[in-house]
């Protein structure tokens, strides 16, 4: 099958899941076309059966506001025409759900059908889409769809709270490779970033204020008092200096460190014992899926989708938003003895295999097949 993925090819969770997907299709025989405005940061190795087309914008002196929406609905429809692709899946759903919708009109007129699958990601709908100057746009496209997606059940009903959707949104819940995490720890790598054992607490995100990584500094000083630990922080953001001077003004810094965006955060997972989520809303938290993949535990929030993967006192703790009391009792619970470690540790794994790449990736074609019959 010739499928088109339209995605954000940042470090954003609904970018990664795309490619990720994407990948684990080319694996499978399809070939995948990728329409974005840069090569997808997972998009790195060569497979014979991926087509990367970029989307590129005018810049001509007229516009302020380079008409983006645009060219991608044009490449859209010069893509699926020249490469005969049977279908089109876009991730997250502003712009991409619109544009889509125009494509899908324009090669309607030229006598081509083209089925469009929209999977909702979280901020499309949650935040972003709801505000006014999207929401009609928003709420259209995602009905002119052919068939709608949500990566949680919590996303599926907030969406049908919000928008007045008259068609059914199917929940696929995200994946995780379990092979690619479940990586053995380097012990060199360790040992620079926990000389003396201490254990290793991490966070990944894109440091939006939704992340609240003021409250991962103040967990990491509640448990600081009682266990002697290191925390990484992965990614890049618009909060990052403050959580880099709140850990300066706590006299943290010697024990926190910035590693910045990591293409390979499954190296760094490895070396993890405890990964934490402080999230006001996350409709799924693809990442700490994938700390659970590497065996390591997650203490989160109990909001949106985490509950659907992160179970309470099973594969960590659930705690409600800004409760850095509990979260720090939660987290000294978790590390302060081995043997409760370890049976954190193998229950997360046990449980991130339930959401592997190879139960998912089916669900996805088996959708896709509804629409073509050329599979
Ligand atoms: O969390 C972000 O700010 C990035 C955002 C995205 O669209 O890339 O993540 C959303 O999609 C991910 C993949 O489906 C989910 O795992 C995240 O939970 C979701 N973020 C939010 O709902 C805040």
């Known amino acids: 099958m010739r499928i088109g993925i339209v995605c954000y090819p940042t470090f954003g969770g609904s970018g990664v899941l795309a490619t990720e997907l994407g990948k684990a299709l080319a694996d499978k025989g399809h070939q995948v076309h990728f329409i974005t405005y840069q090569q997808p940061v997972r998009l790195n190795e060569f497979n014979a059966n991926i087509f990367y087309h970029e989307v590129r914008v005018s810049n001509y002196p007229l516009f302020d506001y380079p008409p983006y929406e645009t060219a991608l609905s044009s490449t859209m429809v010069d893509v699926i025409a020249n490469e005969h692709l049977d279908l089109l899946h876009v991730h997250y759903a502003i712009p991409h759900a619109s544009a889509a919708y125009l494509a899908k009109k324009i090669l309607a007129s030229q006598g081509k059908n083209i089925p469009v699958v929209t999977t909702l990601h979280g901020t499309d709908i949650t935040l972003v889409g709801r505000d006014k100057t999207f929401a009609p746009v928003v709420a259209f496209s995602i009905n002119e769809s052919n068939t709608i997606t949500a990566v949680s059940q919590n996303l599926r009903d907030e969406t049908y709270k919000i928008f007045d959707i008259r068609k059914e949104i199917e929940v696929i819940h995200n994946f995780v490779d379990v092979k690619r995490f479940h990586k053995k720890p380097i012990d060199a790598f360790r040992k620079v970033i926990a000389p003396d054992n201490e254990r290793i607490l991490v966070h990944a995100s894109n440091f939006r204020g939704i992340k609240r990584v003021q409250d991962v500094v103040k967990i990491f000083s509640e448990v600081k008092k009682k266990i002697s630990a290191k925390l990484l922080f992965v990614g890049d953001g618009p909060d990052r ?135």
Not at 315 to 332: F, H, Q
Not at 359 to 371: C, G, Q, S, T, W
């Open 241 to 375: 200096s403050m959580a880099e001077n709140m850990a300066r003004e706590m006299n943290l810094s010697d024990d926190i460190r910035f590693l910045g965006r990591q293409e390979q955060i499954e190296e760094v997972l490895a070396i993890a014992d405890l990964f934490i989520l402080t999230s006001e809303y996350e409709s799924f938290g693809l990442s700490a899926l994938e700390a659970m993949a590497a065996e390591t535990p997650v203490l989160s929030t109990n909001v949106g989708g985490l509950p659907e993967i992160n179970e309470d006192g099973i594969t960590g703790y659930l705690c409600n938003v800004g409760d850095i009391e509990t979260m720090g009792k939660k987290a000294i619970e978790i590390l302060e003895d081995g043997e409760t470690l370890k049976k954190f540790k193998a229950r997360a794994f046990a449980q991130a295999k339930k959401f592997d790449i190879h139960n998912i990736v089916p669900k996805y074609e088996a959708l896709y097949n509804r629409f073509c019959k050329c599979l």
